[in-house]
């Protein structure tokens, strides 16, 4: 269950990275892939 909640994290960062969301918002993904401990994989530019 975590493996599945930890990828569905990280795809919605990239997703908010996509679509240019808030920075706010996409500070709190940030947050808490660093809480997670995942990879953020930067390939696209905020």
């Not at 947050?31 to 995942?38: I, P, S, V």
Request: hydrophobic fraction near 40%; charge should be negative; aromatic fraction near 6%.
């Amino acid at each position: 269950m975590k493996e599945q909640t930890d990828q569905f994290i990280l795809e919605a960062y990239e997703k908010a990275v996509e679509l240019n969301l808030e920075h706010d918002f996409l500070r709190l993904l940030e947050d808490e892939l660093k809480r997670r401990n995942l990879t953020i994989h930067k390939k696209l530019v905020r």
